[in-house]
């Protein structure tokens, strides 16, 4: 037997006696794959929650404490009493 | 609003319904082939088909285009080929029963390999790129599997070196 015949002779030995598909087949896979679109849109919601969560603690945060103002400097001391030179 | 969050969900599930009506039978089959179960007893067959195509309706807005039918045997090969992995490094110690099945005389990788290219007719480049296989390896691995099944040997136990798939 050459090549060609030996494959089709394994395909229809693989061909014979198909199985019956369970009715409940689709109702399963419907739940299931639910399942997996509800777990991924909570998880999404969640992920956005977290983000404004951080976007509204920076801009408090920015807003109190304010790092772009320039602090008053602390290694000069201040100079008084110069008029009576 | 209400509307946008029903139609795509309906949509989706009259699609899948009429893909599972016409794709369900042949998956079963090869699944079926894979477990190396009879046919009206396959438990393991029907888990492995609906876990497939739950996941094919799960990402059924993302296929962008892509054969619903590709996509979910893509997936039961993966995951059938994980399984017999993580069957074959852990459960060496539960006793190896030979299934029942008509491939039953073949190992998991051999029934897989056999089932995606005679059985599905995959091109042996994509079969090898979906186990992430050489493509001679699968070349070699089919042609061993065929000739296992034709001539299945005396002992099951022990599967002789195929002399007669040495003359092709």
Redesign the interface.
Same mark, same amino acid.
């Given at each position: 037997?050459?090549?060609p015949q030996?494959?089709a002779?394994?395909?229809r030995?693989?061909?014979?006696?198909?199985?019956?598909?369970?009715p409940e087949?689709?109702a399963?896979?419907?739940?299931?794959?639910?399942?997996?679109?509800r777990r991924?849109t909570a998880v999404r919601r969640l992920l956005w929650v977290v983000l404004a969560a951080v976007v509204v603690a920076f801009t408090v945060w920015a807003l109190t404490v304010r790092p772009w103002v320039e602090p008053p400097s602390e290694t000069t001391p201040p100079v008084t009493g110069w008029e009576g030179w | 609003m209400r509307d946008r969050q029903v139609s795509p969900g309906a949509r989706r599930?009259r699609e899948?319904?009429a893909f599972?009506?016409g794709a @369900?039978?042949r998956l +079963?089959?090869a699944a079926?082939?894979l477990t190396a179960e009879a046919?009206?007893d396959?438990p393991r @067959?029907?888990r492995l +088909?609906?876990?497939s195509?739950?996941?094919?309706?799960?990402y059924?807005d993302q296929l962008h285009g892509d054969d619903p039918y590709d996509r979910t045997r893509q997936y039961l090969a993966t995951r059938f080929a994980r399984e017999a992995w993580h069957r074959h490094g852990g459960g060496l110690g539960r006793g190896r029963r030979r299934p029942a099945g008509?491939?039953g005389g073949l190992t998991p990788q051999e029934r897989l390999i056999?089932?995606l290219r005679?059985?599905e007719g995959v091109a042996e480049e994509q079969a090898a790129a979906l186990l992430g296989l050489p493509v001679e390896r699968v070349r070699t691995i089919c042609?061993r599997?065929?000739?296992t099944?034709?001539h299945p040997p005396a002992e099951p136990s022990r599967p002789v070196a195929e002399p007669k798939a040495a003359t092709?």
């Open positions: 037997m050459n090549r030996r494959e002779a394994a395909r030995i693989m061909e014979q006696s198909p199985p019956r598909v369970p087949l689709y399963d896979a419907v739940r299931r794959g639910g399942r997996v679109l991924r | 599930a899948f319904q599972v009506a @369900a039978g +079963l089959h079926t082939l046919p009206d396959n @067959a029907r +088909l609906a876990v195509l739950a996941h094919t309706y799960a059924w008509r491939l056999l089932v005679l059985y042609d599997a065929t000739a099944l034709l092709s």
